[in-house]
C-alpha cells in the first residue's frame, strides 16, 4: 500500500509516494529504506511516462523522418526563429517531433496513424513557379494584380523574393510596383503599352470560394458576388457582406497622378482577365468562371489556369483521424503549403501552433 501526494518535478506534477507499506503474515511493514526505494521507483515510472518507448524508435525510420522533416522544412525560417541557440536545423526538428509524439500520446500501437497524417498530405513548395510564364514573365501590355498587397507579409510577397526575384536578370519588383499607368484616348496603358490583360495572381484556388471574393473586391464587383453566392449558397445579404468587408477594398493604381480603380480600367480598356494559380483543382476553376461569367464578362476573353493539381482530400485520412481521436471534416483538401498556414484539422494535437512551442511542427498564420 502507498499514500501519495502531489509534487513538481521538472515542470511537471507527479503524484509521489509519502509512505509505503508491505503487507507481510497480517502485518504491515515499513522503513526508510523501504520508502527511499519505491520512491525512485515512482521516479523512474515518471522519468520514463515522459519518453518514447524502445518500440517506438524503433518504427520512427529513417524515411518515415524525412516524410514529417520535409513538411516542417516548408516553414524552416519560422520554426527556427525562436531563442535556442547554437543548435542545427535537424535537431531542432527531431526535439520538435519527439515533443509533439509525447504530447499526442503517441506508442507504437498509434505510430502508423500519426505518421500517415503527414504522409498523405500533399505538400505544395513553389519551386518551379520561376519557370511558368504566367508568373514569372513580364510581358507588355499586361497589369499583373497578386492576390496580395505589397505591405502585407503575405504569401504571394514570399514567393516572389524567394523564386521570382532570385531569379530575375534585371528585378524591378514587377509583381508588386504598380507601374505607373497612363491615359490616352480615354484608354489606360502601363509602361507606354495599352493594357491588353489584366493577370490576377493567386498562391493556391482550392474550392474557389475565397479567390472569387477576393476578385470580386479588386473588380469592384461586390454587389455581383452577393447575388452569386446568395443563389450558390442561400446566405442573406447582411452575412455576406460582413463576410466580404473583412476582404481588401477595391484595388487601385496611380495615374497621372491620381488613382484609378481595376474597374475603371476593365470599363474602358475591355481587357481580357486572367486568373492563374500555381495550386488549383477543376472545381476552384469551375466557381471562378461561373463567377466571372455571371458578371458580364465574355467567357471568350477569360482564361481560368492553374500550373498544378490539388488531388489529396481528407477521405484518405478519415481512419487516422478517428484511431486518434481528431476531429475530421471531409469537405477539404489535405495540403501543407510553404509560406502559408496549415489547416490545423487534421493534423496532431499541437502540430499546428506558435514557434516558440516545442511541440510545434508547423507554424500558424500570425508568425508567417
Excluded at 535537424?90 to 507504437?108: A, F, P
Excluded at 490576377?200 to 482550392?206: A, C, K, P, R, S
Amino acid at each position: 500500500m502507498r499514500v501519495v501526494y502531489d509534487s513538481v518535478v521538472r515542470g511537471w506534477t507527479v503524484k509521489l509516494p509519502s509512505l509505503y507499506f508491505v503487507h507481510k503474515d497480517e502485518k504491515w511493514y515499513s522503513s526508510s529504506d523501504l520508502q527511499n526505494l519505491y520512491k525512485l521507483i515512482s521516479l523512474i515510472e515518471f522519468s520514463n511516462s515522459r519518453m518514447l518507448n524502445y518500440e517506438l524508435s524503433t518504427l520512427v525510420h529513417e524515411n518515415a523522418f524525412e516524410t514529417i522533416k520535409s513538411a516542417m522544412m516548408l516553414h524552416q525560417k519560422e520554426l527556427a526563429d525562436i531563442s535556442i541557440k547554437k543548435i542545427d536545423v535537424k535537431s531542432l526538428i527531431i526535439i520538435r517531433l519527439v515533443n509533439n509524439l509525447l504530447l499526442n500520446g503517441i506508442d507504437s500501437s498509434k505510430w502508423e496513424y500519426y505518421y500517415n497524417l503527414f504522409a498523405k498530405q500533399q505538400i505544395l513548395s513553389f519551386e518551379g513557379i520561376e519557370h511558368d510564364k504566367y508568373f514569372s514573365t513580364h510581358e507588355k501590355g499586361v497589369l499583373v494584380v497578386p492576390k496580395d498587397r505589397v505591405q502585407e507579409d503575405a504569401v504571394l510577397r514570399k514567393v516572389y523574393e524567394n523564386y521570382i526575384r532570385v531569379n530575375a536578370e534585371r528585378d524591378v519588383d514587377w509583381w508588386f510596383s504598380g507601374d505607373e499607368l497612363s491615359e490616352n484616348n480615354d484608354e489606360f496603358y502601363i509602361n507606354g503599352s495599352r493594357i491588353e490583360k489584366i493577370r490576377f495572381l493567386f498562391d493556391n484556388t482550392e474550392h474557389g470560394t475565397a479567390t472569387i471574393r477576393a476578385i470580386a473586391t479588386k473588380l469592384g464587383k461586390v454587389d455581383e458576388w452577393i447575388r452569386f453566392e446568395q443563389k450558390r449558397k442561400g446566405q442573406s445579404e447582411e452575412r455576406l457582406r460582413q463576410i466580404i468587408e473583412k476582404q481588401s477594398a477595391n484595388q487601385q493604381f496611380k495615374c497621372n497622378g491620381t488613382l484609378v480603380s481595376l474597374k475603371e480600367i476593365v470599363a474602358k480598356n475591355k481587357p481580357e482577365l486572367e486568373a492563374c494559380s500555381f495550386y488549383g483543382t477543376n472545381e476552384g476553376d469551375g466557381l471562378i468562371k461561373s463567377f466571372l461569367v455571371s458578371c458580364g464578362i465574355d467567357e471568350s476573353r477569360l482564361l481560368v489556369y492553374h500550373a498544378k493539381e490539388i488531388i489529396n482530400k481528407a477521405e484518405l485520412v478519415k481512419e487516422e483521424c478517428e484511431k486518434l481521436g481528431l476531429k475530421y471534416n471531409d469537405n477539404i483538401y489535405i495540403v501543407i503549403r510553404e509560406f502559408n498556414m496549415p489547416k490545423c484539422s487534421l493534423l496532431p494535437k499541437g502540430a499546428v501552433g506558435k514557434a516558440n512551442r516545442i511541440a510545434t511542427l508547423l507554424v500558424k498564420k500570425d508568425e508567417m
